[in-house]
Structure formats: C-alpha cells, structure tokens
C-alpha cells in the first residue's frame, strides 16, 4: 500500500513539483499514475523510489516510511527511471543477468530468470547482440524486463513504453498483465492514459503536481456524468463554425479540434451522421481518463507519442 499525506516537493527555484499530495492505493496489482509531461510522475515516482527527499509530508510504501528508512524501501524496490538504457557494450542477456547478480541472486538463479524473463518480452532474437545496436525503444524494454525479473516486492517503472511502437507497447502491457497474479506491486506511469485503463487496478490521474482523481477505472469513469466524446477535427474557419453550432453543449477548442461531451448516447449519435454529411473528419468514442484531466480544466493537451 502506497499511503502520503500533504506530501512537497519544491525545487530550487522554487519549482512546485507536487503540491499536498494525497494517496492511499492497494497493496498490491498495478498502479498506475497518469498525466501530461510535467504533472509530477517522475518525481514522486523517485520519492517513493527512496531516491528522492520530499520537501514536506509523509509517505508510505509497503509499511515503511520512507523518509526515516530510505534505505530500507530501496531493498524492496527494484526501479526503472525514465529514459534509462542498458550499458552499450552488454548484450540483453549479459545486463540482466549481472543486475539479478547485483541484486543477489546466484549466478545460476540470474541466468534462469534472464532467461525466463527474455521469452516472456519476446527477446530471444535480439538476446546475444550488442546493446549499442538495437532501437532506443528495444534498449528500454530490456531495462524493463530485468526490473520485472529482479521479483522485487514493488516494481517502479517510469514511463517504460516511451519508446516503444504500438505493437512493442501492446506486448509489453500483455507480459506485464501476465505478472498481476504473483502479489507484487507495480508501479507504472504514463502521459497515455488510454493505453493503460485495460491493465491497471488502480489509476492516479496527476496535472501540474495536483492528484485530480483516483480510484479503479469503473469509478473514475462513472465519476464522469457524460457517456459519448465526438471530436472533430478540421481547419480554423471550419472550426469555429462547428463550435459555434455546438455552443449548448460541453464543448472544449483544442487546436485544429473540436471536443464535445454527450449525456445522451443517441442524440451523439445524431450529431456524427450530421456532421459526417459535411464531410467532417469526426472521430466518436467512450468517455476515458483522460477526459477527467479535460473536464476539471486541468489538462494542457500536449502532443503525445
């Protein structure tokens, strides 16, 4: 269980990078903590890593306090920060296997749970080449799969698919569902939410260092009041025509976009064959995460891979 309270962390300059941060999660399953860049992931991802001192407040990972026992958390954790990238000169199987080493298992345990670990992220073809040669997305999928094989209690990865194809993410997410069972606790966090909903067992939704939402996907969906998002999508002066007709709804300009929220399921229904008889790019979709981030005036819409 993740417990914080009133949790800071103020930079120098005086960059507010959480501001009275409140969690309580599960013990176990994967969490998932979401938003755009700079809402605050990857710095409480350190401080509940034991590898970063808040400014202020108390947190809680797995019955420990983490600031008195930084070191103890440590122990228990094993940690993929952002953008991390395994030594050039190794191959896949060499690094995981030293970092199981490192984390004290045996020379023959390592070498069977590198193993083991490789075939569940479909690393075989790749397992014996030189670090340095393969894609920066594949290099992050082998740091990832040595923090899963490590069996660590908790499992912080930050932003492990930021580099990955949408066929590499989609494999990931199904090898890291495969360990849910096992009673560990897994901390992923993304600027996708989307990609994730179908996966996590509880999901913290961030924005500029503030907690907007939290809960299991079914609650934080119905906390939602609308069923249907239409988006549209087209120039400027088509734009501002469309939200203008559309005023009478909950409609939000998003660039070269129109976002529009429907209670009434039919009635979206109605208005896409309108629309599509203007020959309009429209996209019609359910309500997700991310339109809590949208709604509560919190989300900035940046460009996401």
């Not at 228990?76 to 953008?83: A, E, K, L, V």
């Not at 990238?85 to 298992?105: A, E, K, N, V």
């Not at 976002?259 to 359910?286: F, H, M, N, T, W």
């Amino acid at each position: 269980m993740i417990i914080t309270k009133d949790l800071v962390k103020i930079y120098r300059g005086g960059v507010k990078a959480l501001d009275r941060v409140d969690i309580r999660t599960p013990s176990e399953g994967i969490i998932s903590f979401v938003g755009s860049n700079g809402a605050g992931k990857t710095t409480l991802m350190r401080i509940l890593a034991g590898v970063l001192k808040p400014t202020s407040g108390y947190v809680e990972v797995a019955g420990v306090d983490v600031v008195r026992e930084p070191q103890k958390i440590r122990e228990r954790t094993s940690y993929m920060p952002q953008g991390s990238t395994p030594p050039g000169f190794s191959t896949p199987y060499q690094f995981i296997t030293s970092y199981l080493m490192y984390r004290g298992f045996s020379y023959k345990e390592a070498r069977e749970k590198a193993l083991e670990v490789i075939r569940l992220f479909e690393l075989e073809n790749i397992m014996m080449r030189r670090c340095s040669e393969l894609s920066y997305g594949t290099q992050q999928r082998v740091v990832a799969s040595a923090v899963i094989a490590s069996d660590a209690d908790i499992m912080i990865l930050d932003e492990p698919t930021s580099g990955l194809d949408p066929i590499a993410r989609r494999r990931f997410w199904a090898a890291l569902y495969s360990l849910k069972r096992r009673g560990k606790m897994i901390l992923i966090t993304s600027h996708n939410p989307e990609e994730i909903e179908s996966i996590s067992d509880y999901i913290i939704v961030m924005s500029r260092g503030n907690i907007v939402a939290q809960g299991d996907l079914k609650s934080l969906l119905r906390s939602i009041e609308f069923k249907r998002v239409i988006e549209i999508y087209s120039e400027d002066s088509f734009i501002n025509i469309y939200e203008e007709k559309l005023k009478t709804e909950t409609v939000y300009r998003l660039r070269n976009m129109i976002v529009s929220y429907y209670k009434d399921e039919d009635q979206a229904d109605k208005i896409v064959d309108q629309l599509s008889r203007d020959g309009l790019k429209i996209r019609i979709r359910p309500v997700s995460v991310t339109d809590l981030l949208l709604l509560r005036g919190e989300y900035l819409y940046e460009e996401t891979d």
